[in-house]
């Protein structure tokens, strides 16, 4: 059962332009969401956040955008650099007594070009 | 901070055997998520603890994984006995209670069961 999808395996956008990287996820009782993004053989690292309460956060050429009753979030890159490529992984995390649980998504690649 | 350390970077290993993955969370962090990466499933959450003690082990595959927080600082994932199948990128994630909305990665270690 996964709760966070990625629908798009890859994406190539040319230098300059937005990129939009989408998920859905089906639990309404997630507190957070997130973007994270991976380099070759490097772990995740966090890029930008929101909270479900809100529905765009934006920080530098990064902005993210939730839409709760779609269940759906998408972040936008703009504009798009060839260092962005990368895989970014969708998270979303409950907050719990003790603890947060967060659940990812399978990831998409993205390809800026020159 | 040298940031979230984990060992092996690689290991390859015969079907049967043993494996031990070994991570060092960041000085002041209390809580700990183990994840394993493949193609298909992207980032499988396995475990995650909260003060040495695990909250959440519902992703964990089957018996044959095991996960321990023997202080505040340090963690094994625990696969015996292998098999092909648990080839895979497993990380290591470290936070602070109350930082939801960020996890920090190590490099993950690079598991092959032959």
Redesign the interface.
């Known amino acids: 059962d996964q709760q966070v999808k990625q629908n798009s395996p890859s994406l190539s956008v040319q230098e300059g332009r937005i990129s939009i990287l989408n998920c859905d996820y089906t639990n309404s009782m997630f507190d957070y969401f997130l973007w994270y993004k991976k380099y070759p053989a490097e772990g995740p690292t966090f890029l930008i956040s929101i909270s479900s309460i809100k529905d765009k956060n934006e920080d530098g050429r990064f902005t993210v955008f939730l839409n709760k009753s779609a269940k759906h979030l998408s972040l936008h890159i703009v504009p798009s650099q060839p260092g962005d490529s990368a895989v970014y992984f969708c998270a979303a995390t409950l907050v719990r007594t003790g603890g947060f649980k967060t659940i990812f998504g399978a990831g998409t690649r993205l390809f800026v070009k020159a | 901070d040298a940031g979230?350390i984990q060992s092996p970077r690689h290991e390859v290993t015969e079907m049967g055997q043993e494996v031990t993955l070994r991570c060092k969370l960041i000085s002041g962090h209390n809580?700990l998520?183990w994840?394993r990466q493949t193609m298909?499933?992207?980032?499988?959450?396995l475990i995650?603890?909260?003060n040495n003690?695990p909250?959440?082990d519902s992703g964990m595959p089957e018996d044959r994984f095991s996960a321990k927080m023997p202080n505040a600082s340090f963690s094994t994932l625990k696969i015996q006995p292998s098999e092909p199948r648990d080839s895979a990128v497993y990380?290591c994630?470290s936070?602070r209670?109350g930082q939801?909305?960020?996890?920090?990665?190590?490099?993950?270690t690079r598991l092959t069961v032959v």
Do not use: C, H, K, P
């Not at chain 2, 298909?40 to 959450?45: Q, W």
């Not at chain 2, 939801?100 to 993950?108: D, L, N, P, R, S």
């Open positions: 979230v809580s998520f994840y298909m499933r992207g980032l499988e959450l995650y603890f909260n003690v909250i959440d990380f994630a936070s209670t939801a909305t960020e996890a920090f990665f190590g490099q993950g």
